[in-house]
């Protein structure tokens, strides 16, 4: 192997590996260029006979029971082989036999790949590009687990994400050094796939992470990707700037099932990846203002209702397995809904269907304290409104509302988050009046005026918890006691999380009452997407509702 060329060698690596069919691309402006270093002790390459002459593929330490895993893509793992000479050496450095490399090398015995896919493909099992390669221990019987750490796998949270993506290009690369680019990510045009754009990614690249969230202390983070894809891991061209990675899902949590297990996989014919949708448009959703969610149709399913920033008011019927049907518009454009401050959905008045709270502004955006329960919304209207704070009142300084079943069987208390970063709990709101109020975080120093977004979700079948994005993007349940000191980190911060971002959680994939299914319209660009079965510390299987 150490004068082979690598499987994914044309990637980037010269104008005549390059297609003749389409003209090259220019690189875009202000593209980023990745910088070599000495890489993390949890990414390496492979070699054979010793680790000298050309790398071959990236590839990195995961997580597993045994603490041998390591990831990398299926069209590096096809020509990899258990011969007790092909190596795995983590955090390589050129010019070091086996017994200095930084933590020894550790030879192939097993890999595990899916079989649906083939090498190199440019089709839909391209979704399928990666593998995982069980390894055996060094030269002083060490796991590489125990040696390097090891990164969590994680399925992929949503198309744009902050990732550093790591790899050993073999081209370019003088000194054999570890290549790193932290990047943005986005939709790849082709299959169910993410793209990066960053320069130097030459073959030898394939099958390097894609990671979120990374501790150096403690030597993990979160690989939600790797190289590989579509042709690869690139774009017809073989642009070193362009770079894709398949989404990890059920389809690679099941491979790594039968890695940590020993066994080997067994497929049925490749499915179409591709879930329930939101009939909209991303450019649309950006110009969505509030979410609310519940029963509104009268079947027993939770609907979706987005109130834009035209004021116009639009109903999404819920088909009970994540999906929504065309929209029924409620309220016409600017009409009085352009002044809603904030909105959430419950079960106010007991009509049998879901009922809206509002909190209003004047013409002029200011808050006016103005309060209305909009009763047993239906396809038909908004129902009839009962004003139950009016404009004057302590409501004017309410800046988040979020209603759900903190105390009883009936979504009739609303949450409060206060401008001054308080926040309170009011029992019983109803047509008449705004329930009873206990505080839960006084203002002082209350960290509560960060808060980007709020919801209310019911995760364990008990009492309802807040959930909560923070400014920095982390995303959190929290139990709605005095202090709300007991929290759950769903998804940690990220840069490309923060800002504006739209959530309610509902019950959209089974029978109205327990709202575990969390719906995100991302900021920015307009992304949507649903997060179904979401647990009190653990986030559902991402599903793009709306892709950009």
């Known amino acids: ?65 045994g603490r041998n895993l390591v990831l990398t893509a299926g069209h590096c793992a096809k020509s990899l082989k258990a011969d007790g000479r092909t190596i795995f050496v983590p955090q390589f450095r050129k010019g070091k036999d086996a017994a200095h490399q930084p933590f020894g ?46 990164l969590r796998l994680t399925n992929t949270p949503r198309w744009t994400n902050t990732v550093t993506v790591h790899g050993y290009p073999k081209s370019g690369n003088p000194g054999q050094q570890a ?19 960053c320069g130097g990614f030459y073959g030898g690249v394939s099958g390097g992470p894609w990671i979120a969230n990374y501790d150096a ?16 891991g690139g774009d017809d061209q073989n642009h070193d700037w362009v770079s894709y990675s398949p989404v990890y899902d059920q389809e690679i949590q099941a491979l790594y099932a ?35 969610a ?47 401050q904030t909105v959430t959905a419950g079960d106010f008045t007991g009509g049998g269907r879901s009922d809206l709270m509002v909190v209003w502004t004047d013409k002029a955006g200011k808050p006016t304290g103005k309060v209305s329960v909009w009763a047993d919304v239906s396809p038909s209207g908004l129902g009839k409104e009962h004003v139950v704070a009016r404009s004057g009142s302590m409501w004017k300084d309410a800046s988040r509302i979020t209603a759900g079943k903190y105390t009883s069987g009936r979504a009739n208390d609303v949450a409060v988050v206060w401008r001054d970063g308080e926040v309170s709990l009011h029992t019983g709101v109803n047509g008449s009046g705004t329930g009873r109020e206990r505080q839960l975080v006084a203002k002082d120093k209350s960290p509560w005026k960060g808060a980007a977004a709020v919801t209310t979700g ?76 979401t647990g009190e510390g653990r986030l559902g299987a991402w599903n793009p509702l709306v892709s950009p």
């Open 294 to 340: 519940g029963e509104f149709t009268g079947d027993g399913r939770d609907d979706l209702i987005v109130v834009w920033r035209d004021g116009e008011v639009t109903l999404y019927p819920g088909d009970g397995r994540g999906g929504f049907g065309a929209g029924r518009r409620l309220a016409k454009q600017h009409g009085p809904w352009e002044r809603a």
């Open 458 to 533: 019911q995760f364990s079948g008990g009492p309802a918890r807040l959930v909560v994005r923070w400014g920095d993007g982390q995303l959190q349940t929290v139990a709605a006691t005095k202090g709300l000191t007991s929290r759950a980190t769903l998804m940690p911060a990220n840069a490309s999380y923060r800002g504006n971002s739209l959530m309610i959680a509902g019950a959209f994939t089974g029978p109205a009452g327990r709202a575990d299914d969390l719906l995100v319209r991302w900021a920015g660009n307009g992304e949507t997407a649903l997060y179904p079965g």
């Open 105 to 150: 090398v550790f030879p192939v015995q097993r890999v595990f790949m899916d079989p649906r896919y083939r090498s190199n493909s440019r089709q839909a099992d391209s979704d399928l590009d990666f593998a995982f390669v069980r390894v055996g221990t060094n030269a002083q019987r060490a796991n590489v687990e125990n040696r390097t750490g090891g």
């Open 258 to 292: 039968d890695a940590v297990a020993g066994r080997a996989p067994v497929r049925g014919p490749l499915r179409s990846l591709s879930g329930p949708r939101l009939p909209e448009s991303a450019h649309t959703m950006t110009m969505a203002r509030h979410l609310a």
């Open 217 to 232: 202390k403690k030597k993990t983070g979160d690989v939600i990707g790797n190289v590989g894809g579509y042709n690869g």
């Open 179 to 197: 290549l790193s680019c932290t990047v943005a990510t986005g939709r790849a045009p082709k299959f169910r796939q993410l793209k990066m754009e």
């Open 1 to 65: 192997m150490a004068g082979a060329q690598p499987v994914d060698a044309g990637r980037g690596t010269a104008p005549a590996a390059r297609s003749a069919l389409r003209a090259p691309a220019a690189a875009p402006r202000n593209l980023k260029q990745g910088t070599f270093g000495s890489g993390i002790p949890s990414v390496g390459t492979f070699f054979a006979a010793g680790p000298s002459g050309a790398t071959y593929c990236s590839a990195s330490v995961v997580r597993s029971a």
